[in-house]
């Protein structure tokens, strides 16, 4: 088998990067294309803006690559999140009752930055910048792109292209507009978009409010939210309506709405918010959708992986991470079938299919529970019982939200699955106040217990299986 | 409120020409066009093939317009499945407990064409014929044809537009190409496609199997259908996977090879198809694929309906009626709304949006049970005991199949959450041997419906509403 064959990656972003640094650390030739110029040397937005939390399945990745001890550095551990009320008043709700599980709020910048030097570290890499791809031609297969400072457009032979564009890649449109298959394919929107704005630090570099947390202002309709930055600044991401219910984006024209509407329902973040009407009007209004398409592959000369394959909303704070994942998930089928890209590609797909779908569903899930649901008194409830098993019972309980973000011996799939049913199974108990105060937690774990394995019985038995 | 304002509606297959009529009854100045030639004068294939199931939601549409009786002649009512194990044993499965619910197998030609002549009858209806849409400008709007014939190309004026062109749409596609707002949309193709076969008629012209029902012959990973024609013919349709299991598309290439899978799977079937080999090897193997999208209208301008809005699979023999039952509600909001079409178009999607999404998915679920569950004795049992409960109480039981099918004053979305609620509490209340022999059918009612009801509250209270 030969390592000598070479590899085109479109994309130099997070995945393209990580992923061209692990194809490079087994040997292969890989020139890695991105449209962007070199964010270490060019004062740039890495384009998408919403803070990232990294958590245990991006953290594996970097740990696989040898680079997690030079992460950890660039990261704000949140325990969990703090909920702010329209009077101001907050409460905590952790992630997680065992000690050392929180997510880290990090740039992404800072990291994108890092694994680019990391892969350039490498001969057999090469990175070329301000190369945007325009199109791929499948079959041979050759990737064609546009220099963005001369405009000259050229052809790149590749034994084999990644499609590891984001969003909007441009491997993934040649499938759609080819028709050399079925290809399935969707793209959703939200009704919602989102503006971004900032808490600055204090006068002497400090953090304003808690740095500990990701801070959430749930208001049903819209929601508010924060991520500390190592600055002692916060990133605030706004989510609204473009069009419906009393305050959206399409009606909050002047800073007298704009100032009304966070009056009446965010207060306490005015007086930390100094540049909101700048903010406000200046930066992009962003959209939030979901892609899944199938396949991923066409024979054993392109794939698409990370944010081509699966773009999913930033609600689960996974986003990143399941992009990671992609490429140890790949990594592990290499191992077993390196030197036939048709069934590494396949066989790809064919494991990770279910589980990026799934990510995709519980981030969707997350946009109700963060906007709405974290107020609900049976979801405190259930939110604070949760924790209380899991300090108990650190073996035994696990939330969804611990399955999914510090479970990476957990698929995403395993983790929706069993992960909805133990939430109806809580939620039903503690609306039908089944749980009684005179039990002991051992008692509760073991009725909560018995009451999923119902669930997901009765669900198996509906389904015929 | 002027009723002179000139529509265009794009393709005349069942939804544009029922459309039109309607349109035409209200008075207003109709161009319809259709990329085909006219199906009344030539010959050709209406160019979908899978037989039609017409249902009560189609009926509703035909009453409001006036032909229901001119259409009844040309169906064959259809009672029930009778279903075909590979040994040639059958047995039969009815749609409904009650009387006179059933469903009519009809030709699509039949019906397209008395549509179209119905419309024409109408001196403000204008057929184009041959003029296939190209492209929309969804400012203006006006629609680009070229003429099958001449090859020229001419763009038409109108005040709205309809796009009634299918699922391959192409004012679907001017709004996911123009970008002009955020276009949500998904086509998504089953793992298996179909080819159509033919049973004819006896040397009398009459049918060589029961003509009262829809024959299905359940294998699991495939399927072969059976509706019959006027003529005494059957039109069998094969599901089978492209490339997947035993036998697939892709490895059924010599006749031998076909012979031996119908032997096989479908031995009764072998001497009631005499040119097997010419049809499997000539007929073109179809793909089956589910299309959603939103929003369906730009501004007052352009509006999706029927197929080019939400294609479905056929396996609820619902898609021609779901297109139908669209224009009933168009026409309701009409009613409410004419004169103002950016008010007409956005209520209509907002009331009808969920029920073609149901529809769609109930639909994929069908394809599960036709291919699958009819054959599984926990599946047998429970249509057993619904067609014993619609029996004893026609009014107060109805399986999910009757709602959808045959209650048109159910809405598709609320069939499917009930149905799918009453499927469960009757797989669950059966498998676990729940239903005992001794309790009378009013007891049994009462316990499905007990069961029902908690698990549509448990859901209720899952999703914290």
């Given at each position: ?131 945007k791809c325009i199109n791929v031609d499948i079959e041979k297969p050759t990737a064609e792109f546009q220099c963005y400072l001369t405009k ?314």
């Open positions: 088998m030969s390592k000598k064959e070479h590899i085109v990656i479109i994309g130099a972003g997070l995945c393209g990067s990580m992923l061209a640094l692990r194809l490079a650390q087994r040997g292969y030739k890989i020139s890695l294309y991105e449209g962007r110029p070199d964010l270490r040397t060019t004062d740039i937005s890495a384009g998408r803006s919403i803070n990232l939390a990294l958590s245990d399945r991006g953290l594996r990745a970097l740990d696989m690559v040898g680079i997690a001890d030079k992460v950890l550095p660039l990261c704000i551990p949140m325990h969990g999140r703090l909920i702010h009320d329209t009077k101001g008043n907050t409460f905590a709700s952790n992630y997680s009752g065992r000690k050392g599980e929180y997510i880290n709020s990090v740039s992404r910048g800072d990291l994108n930055a890092l694994l680019l030097t990391e892969a350039e570290k490498h001969e057999n890499v090469n990175i070329h910048f301000n190369k000259e457009e050229f052809t790149v032979d590749a034994d084999v292209i990644f499609g590891a564009d984001g969003a909007g890649s441009a491997l993934r449109k040649s499938y759609y507009l080819e028709k050399k298959f079925l290809f399935s394919y969707s793209q959703n929107f939200l009704t919602h978009g989102y503006k971004e704005l900032e808490i600055p630090a204090d006068q002497v570099g400090n953090h304003q409010i808690s740095k500990d947390h990701l801070h959430i202002w749930p208001r049903g309709q819209y929601m508010l939210i924060a991520l500390p930055n190592l600055d002692g600044s916060f990133t605030v991401t706004l989510f609204l309506s473009y069009d419906e219910g009393e305050y959206n984006f399409n009606n909050l024209t002047t800073i007298e709405k704009v100032r009304e509407f966070f009056e009446s329902e965010f207060p306490d973040t005015l007086p930390l918010i100094p540049d909101l009407k700048n903010e406000f009007f200046n930066n992009p209004t962003g959209s939030l959708g979901t892609v899944k398409c199938s396949p991923w592959y066409y024979k054993g000369k392109t794939l698409l992986i990370g944010d081509a394959a699966h773009a999913i909303v930033p609600f689960y704070g996974q986003g990143m991470n399941a992009s990671f994942e992609d490429v140890v998930v790949f990594d592990e089928i290499l191992d077993q079938y390196e030197g036939d890209w048709d069934t590494v590609f396949k066989m790809y797909q064919k494991t990770r299919k279910e589980d990026t779908d799934a990510i995709a569903d519980l981030a969707i899930d997350n946009y109700y529970e963060m906007r709405d649901h974290v107020a609900n008194p049976i979801f405190k409830e259930k939110r604070k019982l949760e924790m209380e098993l899991e300090k108990a019972f650190p073996e035994e309980y696990s939330s969804k939200y611990s399955m999914v973000t510090f479970n990476e011996h957990i698929s995403y799939a395993k983790a929706m699955k069993i992960g909805r049913a133990q939430d109806k199974a809580l939620l039903n108990l503690i609306a039908d106040k089944e749980i009684d105060a005179d039990l002991d937690m051992k008692q509760i774990l073991q009725q909560v217990q018995k009451e999923t394995d119902e669930i997901l019985e009765e669900d198996k038995i509906a389904r015929l299986k």
